[in-house]
């Protein structure tokens, strides 16, 4: 079981990027998927999810009207695409996967982790 996770890189403010996470061993259409950033010096915070049951869709105050998060089951791919990005978006982003989840916002709830990919917004 595998999360692998890429397109992070050096970007401009306000200029996009498009992240993606394969998965492999498992099929990421039956897990609860979501997006956390983890920022220098700061906790691991939520970013996005996407609902295995009704693929319903939630994202954190600061990056909800800016970020997308999507999935295409048939490849086995979760994206997250990050537009008007801020310095403040600057982390290791990490995708994550589980069965079934109470509190989507809780990182200690799911069991597979991708490797994280670092995403820096800077001038």
């Known amino acids: 079981v595998q999360l692998q996770a890429s397109g992070g890189g050096l970007v401009q403010p306000g200029g996009s990027l498009r992240l993606s996470c394969a998965a492999s061993g498992f099929t990421l259409g039956d897990y609860f998927i979501a997006w956390f950033r983890q920022a220098p010096g700061k906790e691991r915070e939520e970013v996005s999810c996407?609902?295995?049951?009704?693929?319903?869709?939630d994202y954190a105050d600061s990056v909800k009207g800016r970020f997308t998060i999507s999935r295409d089951n048939a490849k086995n791919t979760m994206y997250l695409q990050m537009n008007s990005l801020k310095p403040e978006d600057t982390a290791v982003y990490y995708c994550v996967a589980d069965h079934k989840i109470f509190d989507w916002t809780d990182p200690d709830e799911y069991d597979y982790w991708g490797q994280g990919t670092q995403v820096t917004v800077s001038s």
């Open positions: 996407i609902s295995n049951s009704d693929g319903r869709t």
